[in-house]
């Protein structure tokens, strides 16, 4: 006997398996894969309740590193397969124009790998000198960087060779391997400002998040070929594919599950609490999954060890109402929904990056506009 399954039941059981995927790293998927990935735009289901906030930031342990750094910004760990430290980190202290690479077991000893990036700024009221904004690995050797340029529509991807540790060579920003740079009469009049502060590498495919408020902003992709990027090309458009802008965090959901691409997308910098979080297929670049989460603005995403997602809330509007964020599963009124749950009250968090043995780490621009008050700071806990 064959069961029917009406219309109706069939999508709402293909929402509840990205569900799944999204929030549910102990669950076996591999099944749904298929499926999964069959998804159309009109497909794509908007959440738009969220539970209430939680904190519980009193179970974690949040240690300062490093201090006094000019508007950190990306970080990336040096890809490594110890489950314990100490690890090696390479930071853009964005506000510095320069790339810096400390090891947590000496993180005082602060060393020079890139230098002489232009400067622009970053956002309003309050508006931030910046200039490398986001980081990526390529290779264990080789990193990529999303460069802030002097003027709107001038950013570009950047791959530089990492120069051998304490060896004192210090690259200046135009000694890169090669760069790849936006179709700036594609887009530059679409968006307010092409800001490359999200990235994330997928493995033949390097994703990035650029520019826009409110309704606008793109995801732009770039394949990589023998340890390099080619051209950077639009992939998703938000406003046709959500209606809804101000992308920043970009992340990939690991394995065993359905690799789909997780984007954070702030909305409004004037609105609270309306950023959201969007599953996209990587494959084709359509929605998959449209959530609320009630906070202000997401400004990076990773992954723990365990499969859980993290978030960072930049909080354009009031700089003490961010913090990282745990992202759980939820219902609200019967429905599909998440709930962000602070674990760290940390003051205007941008970069996350998880080390094998559970540790977080998160570089923050701290209090004041263009103060020297950023931090390189460590949580550690049951993450």
């Known amino acids: 006997m064959t069961m029917k399954v009406s219309r109706k039941g069939a999508k709402a059981q293909?929402?509840?398996?990205?569900?799944?995927?999204?929030?549910?790293?102990?669950?076996?998927?591999f099944?749904?894969?298929?499926?999964?990935?069959?998804?159309?735009?009109?497909?794509?289901?908007?959440f738009v309740s969220f539970a209430p906030l939680g904190d519980e930031s009193a179970n974690f342990e949040t240690q300062a590193l490093l201090t006094d750094l000019d508007n950190p910004a990306g970080l990336a760990l040096l890809p490594t397969l110890a489950k314990s430290g100490p690890y090696v980190l390479i930071i853009a202290e964005s506000g510095a124009g320069?790339?810096?690479?400390?090891?947590?077991?000496?993180?005082?000893?602060?060393?020079?790998?890139?230098?002489?990036?232009?400067?622009?700024?970053?956002?309003?009221?309050?508006?931030?000198?910046?200039?490398?904004?986001?980081?990526?690995?390529?290779t264990r050797s080789k990193f990529v960087l999303g460069c802030k340029g002097e003027i709107p529509g001038a950013d570009v991807l950047a791959s530089y060779s990492l120069p051998a540790k304490g060896k004192?060579?210090?690259?200046?920003?135009?000694?890169?391997?090669?760069?790849?740079?936006?179709?700036?009469?594609?887009?530059?009049?679409?968006?307010?400002?092409?800001q490359f502060s999200g990235l994330a590498m997928a493995g033949k495919n390097c994703f990035v998040t650029t520019g826009g408020q409110d309704s606008q902003g793109w995801i732009l992709r770039s394949?990589?070929?023998?340890?390099?990027?080619?051209?950077?090309?639009?992939?998703?458009d938000l406003q046709k594919a959500v209606d809804f802008g101000g992308p920043a965090g970009i992340a990939i959901i690991p394995p065993p599950r359905p690799p789909f691409l997780v984007v954070s997308l702030?909305?409004?910098?004037?609105?609270?609490?309306?950023s959201r979080l969007v599953y996209f297929v990587p494959s084709t670049g359509e929605p998959a999954l449209n959530l609320a989460t009630g906070l202000h603005d997401i400004i990076s995403l990773a992954y723990s060890p365990s499969g859980q997602l993290y978030?960072?809330?930049?909080?354009?509007?009031?700089?003490?109402?961010?913090?990282?964020?745990?992202?759980?599963?939820?219902?609200?009124?019967g429905r599909q929904a998440c709930r962000a749950v602070k674990i760290a009250a940390i003051v205007r968090p941008f970069g996350l990056v998880f080390a094998p043995d559970g540790s977080l780490f998160v570089t923050a621009f701290g209090a004041g506009e263009n103060a020297k008050r950023g931090m390189l700071v460590k949580i550690s806990g049951k993450l």
């Open 14 to 29: 293909r929402r509840e398996r990205v569900f799944l995927c999204a929030f549910a790293p102990l669950r076996e998927v």
């Open 168 to 194: 004192g060579t210090v690259l200046t920003a135009n000694e890169h391997d090669h760069t790849v740079e936006p179709l700036q009469t594609e887009l530059a009049t679409q968006v307010d400002d092409l």
């Open 98 to 138: 320069r790339v810096i690479r400390v090891s947590t077991d000496s993180p005082e000893q602060v060393e020079e790998v890139v230098a002489n990036f232009p400067l622009g700024t970053f956002g309003q009221q309050p508006e931030y000198r910046v200039g490398p904004l986001s980081l990526a690995f390529l």
């Open 311 to 333: 978030a960072a809330d930049f909080s354009w509007h009031d700089e003490q109402s961010g913090g990282v964020y745990r992202i759980d599963d939820a219902r609200v009124e």
């Open 266 to 274: 702030m909305g409004s910098r004037k609105t609270p609490q309306d």
């Open 223 to 236: 394949s990589v070929e023998a340890n390099r990027l080619s051209k950077l090309r639009p992939f998703i």
């Open 31 to 46: 099944l749904l894969t298929m499926s999964l990935l069959c998804f159309s735009a009109a497909q794509a289901q908007t």
